[in-house]
């Protein structure tokens, strides 16, 4: 198998990567900045250029299946201008791909598989989510998701077997949720977001990564939420993590009020309720290396490689 993947230097992207050069298989990454490409017998890159409609047509050269990871960060600050570049960056680099399919003479991709997000979803405390309950979008996170989606499904045009994951939030010791959660308690304090109750799907790293290449070997279609089987309160994963380092910390609660204050509408981020159901993707036959949080955390505590 040979993949072609795009967000490549990110997190999900790089044990996306190592996974699959551990399997053997060949890939492909696109990446804006020249000084990131390098070479070799299993692993090359490409440049593209989003901004110029830039794509170099050598990057789809064998490859069977293209996993899309492409987006800017969305917890930065919403100025009108910042919005408009989130957006751009998650549509403005499929409609590249797109263009590059169409262009290149070969034909051999099976599968587009995209990122997503379950911040699709309303919050809400007592839904249990599956992949075909969605409401109209009510914020700014919901719209861009949905619009985001709404783009990669255009694929299916060009390529059937077109797969959507809706991430949740991604367990890693170097990055992401469980930094930002994880850095407070080395002084002593645990931050508790509004009342705690709110759900949070998580997925381990070494999960995500193998979802993806799970839907890529099936050749699969259709929209999976690629959360783990246990979600928890955040409360819950405060304790969780108190548990696993054996710390002694004082939970400080910020009230929901003054997170609104300091953060405005992202607050939405750090208090919305997502309870999401990963049975779909189960049915289909994949087993998670990591169904409880404990077992999560005590691995990614014990690591030393610095992707994770």
């Known amino acids: 198998m040979k ?24 890939v492909n990454y696109l990446t804006r900045d020249k000084t990131k490409i390098k070479s070799s017998a299993n692993c090359n890159g490409f440049y593209w250029d989003i901004n110029k409609d830039y794509i170099d047509l050598k990057c789809f050269e064998g490859v ?43 034909i051999g991709i099976k ?20 992949e ?16 985001w989606e709404k783009k990669s499904l255009s694929v299916r045009k060009y390529i059937p077997n077109t797969s959507i994951l809706r991430i949740g939030l991604v ?6 949720y469980m930094k930002e959660t994880d850095f407070p308690m080395k002084f002593g ?6 009342s705690g109750e709110q759900w949070q799907s998580w997925i381990h790293i070494d999960d995500i990564a193998n979802i993806f290449l799970f839907i890529a070997k099936l050749n699969l279609s259709g929209i999976y939420n690629a959360v783990a089987p246990k979600p928890l309160t955040q ?42 159901s990963s049975k779909k993707i189960i049915k289909l036959g994949y087993k998670f290396l990591y169904n409880e949080a404990d077992h999560a955390l005590n691995n990614l505590y014990k690591r030393n490689d610095n992707l994770t």
Do not use: M
């Open 111 to 130: 599968s587009f598989i995209s990122a997503s997000a379950i911040g699709i979803y309303q919050s809400n405390f007592e839904k249990y989510y599956s």
């Open 189 to 194: 304090f645990g931050i508790q977001l509004g």
């Open 235 to 276: 409360k819950e994963f405060l304790k969780k993590i108190r548990e696993t380092n054996s710390r002694k910390f004082i939970i400080i609660k910020l009230p929901i009020f003054f997170l609104r204050f300091l953060f405005g509408e992202r607050a939405c981020l750090l208090i919305d309720s997502h309870r999401v």
């Open 171 to 176: 367990l890693s010791k170097n990055d992401g």
């Open 64 to 106: 069977n299946v293209i996993i899309n990871l492409a987006g800017e960060k969305i917890f930065q600050k919403w100025t009108n201008q910042a919005k408009k570049e989130i957006l751009f960056s998650r549509i403005k680099p499929i409609n590249l791909l797109i263009k590059g399919i169409k262009s290149s003479k070969k």
């Open 3 to 26: 993949i072609l993947i795009t967000g490549a230097t990110g997190l999900i992207g790089k044990a996306i990567i190592r996974l699959a050069l551990n399997r053997n298989f060949k």
């Open 132 to 147: 075909d309950e969605i409401d109209d979008p009510r914020n700014f996170i919901q719209k861009i998701v949905c619009d």
